[in-house]
């Protein structure tokens, strides 16, 4: 998969707004592979709702989206199930980690699932973002900004065209916001892919293609 | 185990399960019990073994409390017996329209006479030697086969009461009798020939083709409509047969219909209980739905983290339909096992009962077993299948 498109594209709920204004909404935009984007957006714009489209659990909005010109509203059960193993990751704002797993098997879950990364990769990551000693810690029992580093290591252990990263360092010290944009820009660099980074406020300080307001 | 499985068995209710457990069990069992109980015990009834044996059924019209109904079939009501599927073949009773009087003596000495009648029925449904069951048109001799009852009758009440001596079956087929025929202006004096002795037919038989002559003769204008009906019957015990019979409201002999009342007894009652155990077996399926219902429902979040990571609705689906797989099988073995166990059970008491009776197979019973456990699998299957793409559209 090489480009995400959206022609006039904007969620139903906005559809009585007039004064709709962003960079994203109602335009023609396009995200190509192998780019870095940052979609700023205050909160209440939609950013979430984006995300959601995009990957394919919400079909709740106007215009077109289309994967390689393919509209994406014809995409089967089965083709979306591909797309999430294969060429779409997503890291969720509100995570949708698993509490009643530890940290490893809420990583090893969806490794499996794609057999991607060796276990001893996945303990480096661990290792570099500083959570090691939480490899078998019930995930309940962890911090949020803890929890976030796991839910990034999840959505990397997997081969994508498009990463989407919302809200990816929200709790994250700038010293760990900083480790994990490194690790998440060398796997994206190495896969080659696209990444979407959205953010409210504090976001990654990168190199980005392309700034949008949401 | 699996990292699925530890996250959905979360919120599994044991209790739950085994009251599906228990409930599917019981109906399972309560069904093929009913089942094999009926195969085991048919044979007692039913003509194979012989226990009971009567391929003849005798028919005749129920006579009313005024005597006043036609008690003859008609054309249409014999072609309606023969096409029933219980029926082999069919033969009417012709009775004599004349009248016959007959007397018994030893050497040309008359010493008991009656007024008496004959009946014929087709000649293959004479169960004694028919060597000598012929009569030929213009001869004086006349074959007669009488009741074995009617010798009994004789022997032990007549001839006991009277000081006279008791008559074997040889003796009386040397007995002298004429027989006098009178109807339509004429009388014919004739000699009989008791030529034999049937337990099957409780009348006093002459050939058809006397029977035949002798009515075209004596009584040419008499309406000669069959008025009782022999049947040979596929299978005496058939339960159709009494249902015909009390539709249509006819008489048969009881003792041969006992066994077919006993059979459809049995078939009504195996019926019935297997009908508790199949509401068993659904109210257990529901049992089983609510709780895989219910905890579909509280594991939603994860089901739906699960699809949104990547998981097919298939493999999301596997272990909840593996689990009540696994618990039909299991139901189905230990049904299957404690079926086989009861059997052995009051398969030893109908033996006491019954030495000759054979062993029929379990094969029907799991055979039924398995037809059940595939039933309710798919159907579990497919229910936990719905309720996880019901997830995956939100």
Same mark, same amino acid.
């Given at each position: 998969?090489?480009?995400?498109?959206? $022609?006039? !594209?904007?969620? %139903?709920?906005?559809?009585?707004?007039?004064? *709709?204004?962003?960079?994203?909404?109602?335009? #023609? =935009?396009?995200?190509?592979?192998?780019?870095?984007?940052?979609?700023?957006?205050?909160?209440?714009?939609?950013?979430?709702?984006?995300?959601?489209?995009?990957?394919?659990?919400?079909?709740?909005?106007?215009?077109?989206?289309?994967?390689?010109?393919?509209?994406?509203?014809?995409?089967?059960?089965?083709?979306?199930?591909?797309?999430?193993?294969?060429?779409?990751?997503?890291?969720?704002?509100?995570?949708?980690?698993?509490? $009643?797993? !530890?940290?490893? %098997?809420?990583?090893?879950?969806?490794?499996? *699932?794609?057999?991607?990364?060796?276990?001893? #990769? =996945?303990?480096?990551?661990?290792?570099?973002?500083?959570?090691?000693?939480?490899?078998?810690?019930?995930?309940?029992?962890?911090?949020?900004?803890?929890?976030?580093?796991?839910?990034?290591?999840?959505?990397?252990?997997?081969?994508?065209?498009?990463?989407?990263?919302?809200?990816?360092?929200?709790?994250?010290?700038?010293?760990?916001?900083?480790?994990?944009?490194?690790?998440?820009?060398?796997?994206?660099?190495?896969?080659?892919?696209?990444?979407?980074?959205?953010?409210?406020?504090?976001?990654?300080?990168?190199?980005?293609?392309?700034?949008?307001?949401? | 185990?699996?990292?699925?499985?530890?996250?959905?068995?979360?919120?599994?209710?044991?209790?739950?399960?085994?009251?599906?457990?228990?409930?599917?069990?019981?109906?399972?069992?309560?069904?093929?019990?009913?089942?094999?109980?009926?195969?085991?015990?048919?044979?007692?009834?039913?003509?194979?073994?012989?226990?009971?044996?009567?391929?003849?059924?005798?028919?005749?019209?129920?006579?009313?409390?005024?005597?006043?109904?036609?008690?003859?079939?008609?054309?249409?009501?014999?072609?309606?017996?023969?096409?029933?599927?219980?029926?082999?073949?069919?033969?009417?009773?012709?009775?004599?329209?004349?009248?016959?009087?007959?007397?018994?003596?030893?050497?040309?000495?008359?010493?008991?006479?009656?007024?008496?009648?004959?009946?014929?029925?087709?000649?293959?449904?004479?169960?004694?030697?028919?060597?000598?069951?012929?009569?030929?048109?213009?001869?004086?001799?006349?074959?007669?086969?009488?009741?074995?009852?009617?010798?009994?009758?004789?022997?032990?009440?007549?001839?006991?009461?009277?000081?006279?001596?008791?008559?074997?079956?040889?003796?009386?087929?040397?007995?002298?009798?004429?027989?006098?025929?009178?109807?339509?202006?004429?009388?014919?004096?004739?000699?009989?020939?008791?030529?034999?002795?049937?337990?099957?037919?409780?009348?006093?038989?002459?050939?058809?083709?006397?029977?035949?002559?002798?009515?075209?003769?004596?009584?040419?204008?008499?309406?000669?409509?069959?008025?009782?009906?022999?049947?040979?019957?596929?299978?005496?015990?058939?339960?159709?047969?009494?249902?015909?019979?009390?539709?249509?409201?006819?008489?048969?002999?009881?003792?041969?219909?006992?066994?077919?009342?006993?059979?459809?007894?049995?078939?009504?009652?195996?019926?019935?209980?297997?009908?508790?155990?199949?509401?068993?077996?659904?109210?257990?399926?529901?049992?089983?739905?609510?709780?895989?219902?219910?905890?579909?429902?509280?594991?939603?979040?994860?089901?739906?983290?699960?699809?949104?990571?990547?998981?097919?609705?298939?493999?999301?689906?596997?272990?909840?339909?593996?689990?009540?797989?696994?618990?039909?099988?299991?139901?189905?073995?230990?049904?299957?096992?404690?079926?086989?166990?009861?059997?052995?059970?009051?398969?030893?008491?109908?033996?006491?009962?019954?030495?000759?009776?054979?062993?029929?197979?379990?094969?029907?019973?799991?055979?039924?077993?398995?037809?059940?456990?595939?039933?309710?699998?798919?159907?579990?299957?497919?229910?936990?299948?719905?309720?996880?793409?019901?997830?995956?559209?939100?």
């Amino acid at each position: 998969m090489n480009t995400i498109r959206l $022609e006039h !594209t904007f969620p %139903e709920v906005f559809a009585n707004r007039s004064d *709709l204004s962003s960079e994203v909404w109602q335009q #023609d =935009i396009t995200f190509q592979k192998g780019h870095l984007y940052l979609v700023e957006a205050s909160s209440g714009t939609g950013k979430s709702s984006l995300c959601s489209f995009l990957y394919g659990y919400r079909h709740d909005y106007q215009g077109i989206i289309t994967f390689d010109g393919q509209n994406i509203r014809n995409l089967k059960v089965a083709d979306w199930t591909r797309l999430r193993q294969r060429h779409l990751s997503l890291m969720w704002q509100e995570l949708r980690l698993f509490p $009643e797993l !530890t940290a490893m %098997e809420n990583v090893l879950i969806k490794n499996r *699932l794609t057999g991607f990364k060796a276990k001893k #990769d =996945i303990r480096r990551w661990f290792d570099e973002l500083g959570i090691a000693d939480k490899e078998n810690a019930r995930l309940g029992q962890m911090s949020f900004g803890q929890q976030q580093r796991v839910a990034m290591m999840r959505a990397l252990v997997q081969p994508f065209d498009f990463l989407m990263v919302d809200e990816p360092i929200s709790h994250l010290d700038d010293q760990n916001a900083r480790t994990m944009a490194d690790i998440m820009m060398e796997e994206a660099t190495r896969q080659g892919a696209g990444v979407i980074v959205t953010s409210i406020g504090k976001h990654i300080d990168m190199n980005y293609d392309q700034i949008l307001k949401l | 185990m699996t990292l699925i499985w530890k996250l959905l068995r979360q919120h599994i209710s044991a209790l739950q399960l085994l009251g599906f457990f228990v409930a599917n069990l019981l109906g399972m069992l309560i069904v093929l019990l009913a089942l094999q109980f009926y195969r085991d015990v048919r044979p007692i009834f039913s003509q194979e073994d012989g226990i009971i044996n009567n391929d003849y059924l005798i028919l005749s019209k129920r006579i009313s409390t005024m005597g006043l109904a036609s008690t003859s079939f008609s054309e249409r009501e014999l072609d309606d017996i023969r096409s029933q599927s219980f029926t082999k073949s069919i033969g009417a009773f012709t009775a004599s329209q004349y009248k016959v009087a007959c007397s018994m003596g030893i050497e040309g000495v008359a010493n008991f006479g009656t007024q008496m009648y004959f009946e014929s029925v087709p000649d293959q449904f004479v169960d004694t030697d028919r060597s000598q069951w012929h009569y030929q048109e213009g001869s004086d001799l006349v074959p007669i086969i009488l009741p074995r009852s009617y010798l009994a009758i004789y022997n032990f009440g007549f001839a006991q009461s009277r000081s006279l001596p008791k008559l074997s079956e040889s003796v009386i087929s040397m007995l002298d009798m004429v027989v006098v025929l009178r109807g339509n202006g004429q009388e014919r004096r004739m000699r009989g020939k008791i030529v034999g002795f049937t337990n099957r037919l409780q009348t006093i038989l002459v050939p058809e083709s006397f029977m035949k002559w002798s009515n075209s003769q004596f009584a040419p204008e008499s309406d000669t409509a069959p008025t009782r009906l022999i049947v040979e019957v596929n299978n005496p015990t058939d339960e159709r047969i009494t249902q015909y019979v009390q539709e249509h409201g006819l008489d048969i002999d009881e003792d041969k219909l006992k066994a077919g009342k006993t059979t459809y007894f049995l078939k009504v009652m195996s019926g019935i209980v297997m009908g508790v155990g199949l509401l068993i077996s659904a109210l257990s399926f529901f049992i089983l739905m609510l709780s895989i219902y219910l905890l579909v429902q509280k594991n939603t979040q994860k089901l739906q983290n699960l699809l949104l990571i990547g998981y097919s609705p298939l493999r999301v689906s596997l272990p909840y339909q593996l689990l009540t797989i696994g618990m039909n099988a299991l139901v189905l073995v230990l049904a299957l096992g404690l079926l086989w166990w009861l059997r052995g059970y009051y398969m030893n008491l109908l033996w006491a009962m019954f030495p000759t009776i054979q062993e029929t197979s379990m094969w029907p019973a799991l055979a039924l077993g398995v037809v059940l456990f595939l039933i309710v699998s798919v159907l579990n299957a497919i229910a936990v299948r719905r309720k996880v793409m019901a997830i995956w559209h939100g």
